[in-house]
């Protein structure tokens, strides 16, 4: 039997309901503006990013990546990056471009931020803290970039259980052929903890009407 347009939308893992939470990962001015960390692809990207946070803002946890306040801090490997990226300190950069950009700053409340100071937003308990105050179960995943922090994000939900679900048409990245070596990873290497989908495909799978009761 032929699939229907409805079949064809539908997740492989069913639809969505309120356990689900939409992670949106380092949308923040130090990469949407023109910085040396500038991620071309974020303006793109941003409408589909904010259509889903504004559908969900209530169910929305944002990450933020907070750079070292000052050249050289931090250890090890850090240390390191630090002083290689001093431009990119909080000193020099001001503390506005660590902020949300401002469509989706709007949404916080009742949306939150989470911050953290490495690529995982894994390693402090913001993040756990936020998901557990909404029962989460899955994690719709957005934001940039593909091949760094929203690949730590995944990998620790993965290794938490989480169902995950990436919005395709909704993360970003700074390098096309990483953005799309991770996609093809994503696919193929992870077919049984991942779903990707679109943005429409996920808010048409995603019962609202539920969350508005409550």
């Given amino acids: ?119 995982s937003p894994w390693m402090e308990p913001g993040l756990e803290n936020a998901l557990r105050a909404r029962r989460a179960e899955t994690l719709v995943i957005t934001g940039g970039e593909t091949d760094v922090c929203v690949l730590a994000t995944v990998l620790g939900a993965v290794d938490r259980g989480y169902r995950i679900v990436l919005a395709t048409d909704a993360v970003c990245s700074s390098s096309d052929e990483t953005h799309d070596a991770m996609m093809t990873l994503y696919r193929q290497r992870f077919g049984q903890q991942l779903e990707v989908a679109t943005t429409d495909q996920i808010l048409q799978n995603w019962n609202l009407s539920e969350l508005t009761k409550r």
Wanted: glycine content about 6%.
């Fill in 1 to 119: 039997m032929a699939a229907t347009p409805a079949d064809t939308d539908a997740l492989p893992n069913g639809p969505l309901d309120e356990t689900a939470v939409h992670v949106c990962v380092d949308m923040q001015n130090l990469f949407a503006r023109k910085t040396a960390w500038h991620t071309p692809w974020m303006g793109r990207v941003l409408p589909r990013v904010l259509h889903l946070a504004s559908a969900v803002p209530e169910r929305t946890v944002f990450t933020r990546f907070v750079p070292a306040r000052h050249p050289g801090e931090g250890r090890g490997c850090w240390k390191r990056y630090w002083e290689r990226w001093a431009e990119m300190t909080v000193d020099r950069l001001g503390e506005e471009m660590v902020e949300l950009v401002p469509d989706l700053a709007a949404l916080t409340p009742p949306g939150t931020v989470v911050d953290k100071t490495v690529y």
